[in-house]
């Protein structure tokens, strides 16, 4: 089944060419998990994407109107991925912010298939050439500029590695591709900040209301000697890694407990999805 789309809650893929989103990467996005027509996590992504708003100065869009119309885009599906892309929309040539945005809202749902493999096993994971650009004012959002995450998931096409790290310019592990980074650190569950660059997770929100969590950086060496290594995502939900070059782990019992909360929420583990989807 191919995907669906509406712009702005009518069915068609069509956006202008003159759009912010494709122009200059003025936007946001979400991408979120839906089966059998709910989306658990829904409350955090239509929070994110408020904050976001407030924080790139774009209109509010309506967060009700949105649910609505994942419901309808969904009705059929027993699990779905759903990207929303909100950009500013058509504007004049130039950087200046349009005295009146009248912004630009796609929906794009797709079914998603289910392969636990990932989940059960784990995955081995790489680490990237390309460092992350620290941009404080950018950093933690869901903006449309990826190219980042483009050019490193561009570094290897070996269908054995589930997922690049990247790090920052000094060399701190941030965070994956598609994913957010916890480690298992003398028994204390640890997380890399990303107030400096990185994607504030979905999932990894989740994880830090639901357990205690050191925020802290996080180098190479240091994550290494984990006992313990996983990604989280809003649609692949935890991933254990097993190997990052020479050294690999088992899943371990904290991984195990938080795939158990991901399932009680009603969210099984499918083993890949396309998108990006912290």
Known sequence: MSTRFSVNFSDTSAVSAADRGFTYGDGLFE????????????????????????????????LAAIHTEIARLCHGLPDAVVRLTLSRGVGERGYALPLEPRPTLVVAASPLALDSGAAHDGIAVRLCDIRLACQPILAGLKHLNRL?????????????????????????????????????????????????????????????????????????????????????????GILPVRALGARTWQPGPVARALQAHWASLGLPSPNRAKDPDR
């Open 148 to 236: 980042e995450q483009v050019l490193a998931r561009a570094e290897w096409t070996d269908p054995a590695i589930g997922e690049g790290l990247l790090c920052d310019p000094e060399g701190e592990v941030v965070c994956a591709t598609a994913a957010n980074l916890f480690a298992v650190l003398d028994g204390e569950l640890v997380t890399p900040p990303v107030d400096q660059c990185g994607v504030a997770g979905v999932a990894r929100a989740e994880i830090l209301a639901l357990r205690a969590v050191t925020v802290a950086r996080l180098s190479l060496p240091r994550l290494l000697e984990a006992s313990e290594v996983f990604l989280t995502s809003a649609v692949r």
């Open 31 to 62: 991408t979120l998990r839906v089966v059998e027509g709910r989306a658990p996590l829904w409350p955090r992504h239509a929070a994110r994407l408020a904050h976001g708003c407030e924080r790139l100065r774009l209109p509010p869009p309506d």
